[in-house]
């Protein structure tokens, strides 16, 4: 008897599974595909990103090499694959602000702000933005465009380049002969490095002294 009530226990089990199977079963393969897929996908992502660091490493490295064989034409063709075909890459940013460098010390000003200029647009690094747009103004400077260069520096800078922006906009102001005006700038920066600094500090009250302290 135990043994008939056994088996009819076991067939109740299978027939409720059976039946829970019929009800919920394509919910449960569906589930099942969803998140094979999605781990299929993370993978595939994840090659992606790998691929797209890997082409771009390769057109910087072949862009740092124009740049130190003064090859303009490869630096051009490099840097223009990378801007736009890997514009949120670092190596993007990077390749902008090389390039930048390069056309600056052959005194082509004109493409050496539109690199800074892309990389204050484009670049997905505040402190790439910070760097680039610090360049700029001095390349506005050299140019004598100091209003150019003080609308640049208008903009709220990362407290770490603070310092830096005051004493630049302090040389602005001086070239335009604001010499009251530098004097300001010139404390800001000194209160913005604080005991850091060193020989930047050095340098901004050697400034300072010059115009009456």
Same mark, same amino acid.
């Given at each position: 008897m135990a043994l008939q009530n056994l088996d009819l226990d076991e067939q109740e089990k299978l027939a409720e599974l059976k039946a829970w199977w019929t009800q919920y079963g394509n919910l449960v393969l569906l589930a099942i595909i969803a998140a094979a897929l999605a781990v299929a996908g993370w993978g595939g992502w994840g090659w992606y990103q790998r691929n797209q660091a890997a082409q771009a490493s390769a057109l910087y490295d072949t862009l740092a090499k124009a740049a130190g064989a003064g090859d303009a034409k490869a630096l051009?063709?490099?840097g223009g694959a990378l801007t736009e075909s890997f514009p949120r890459t670092l190596y993007a940013t990077m390749g902008a602000l090389a390039?930048?460098?390069?056309?600056?010390?052959?005194?082509?000003l004109k493409g050496a702000k539109a690199q800074l200029q892309w990389v204050i647009e484009r670049s997905p690094s505040e402190d790439y933005r910070e760097i680039a747009r610090l360049r700029l103004a001095h390349v506005l400077l050299d140019e004598? %465009?100091?209003?150019?260069?003080?609308? =640049? $520096?208008? @903009?709220?800078?990362?407290? #770490?380049? &603070?310092?830096? %922006?005051?004493?630049?906009?302090?040389? =602005? $102001?001086? @070239?335009?002969?604001?010499? #009251?005006? &530098?004097?300001? %700038?010139?404390r800001v920066a000194l209160e913005k490095a604080g005991s850091q600094g060193g020989a930047f500090r050095e340098s901004v009250q050697l400034r300072l002294d010059a115009l009456g302290g």
């Open positions: 051009r063709d490099a390039a930048a460098r390069f056309h600056f010390d052959r005194n082509e004598k %465009a100091y209003d150019e260069a003080l609308k =640049v $520096l208008e @903009a709220k800078p990362l407290e #770490a380049y &603070a310092a830096q %922006a005051a004493a630049l906009r302090g040389d =602005v $102001l001086l @070239a335009r002969n604001q010499r #009251a005006e &530098a004097k300001d %700038a010139y």
